[in-house]
Nanobody, 118 residues
């Protein structure tokens, strides 16, 4: 089975930074649209950022200008640099791999907790 492994979550003060990383098997980062989703308690899981296999990024407006998604095809990893964190960014963050219409499969990581608090 495909396993996506996240790391880098933790507790940070408002205005601080965290960097999340996700490692996948094989060359999945080269062929799939990779992404980060988040889910706060009582709320739906929603997209934070994605990056296509052609290295085209997308950001939800709530994080645009503060978060940066990137990938390293050689290392088969995708990262999310989170700067100027806000309390409302607190959530479980999930790595994703989306095969889109060509591959027709989708994979989730188990999630990593990000808590922004004073």
């Amino acid at each position: 089975q495909v396993q996506l492994v996240e790391s880098g979550g933790g507790l940070v003060q408002p205005g601080g930074s965290l960097r999340l990383s996700c490692a996948g098997p094989g060359n999945i980062v080269s062929f799939y649209t990779m992404g980060w989703y988040r889910q706060a308690p009582g709320k739906q899981r929603d997209v934070v950022a994605t990056i296509s296999n052609g290295n085209i990024p997308y950001y939800t407006p709530a994080v645009r200008g503060r978060f940066t998604i990137s990938k390293d095809n050689a290392k088969n990893t995708v990262s999310l640099q989170m700067d100027n964190l806000k309390v409302e960014d607190t959530a479980i963050y999930y790595c994703s791999a989306d095969g889109r219409f060509a591959l027709r499969d989708f994979y989730w990581g188990q999630g990593t907790q990000v808590t922004v608090s004073s």
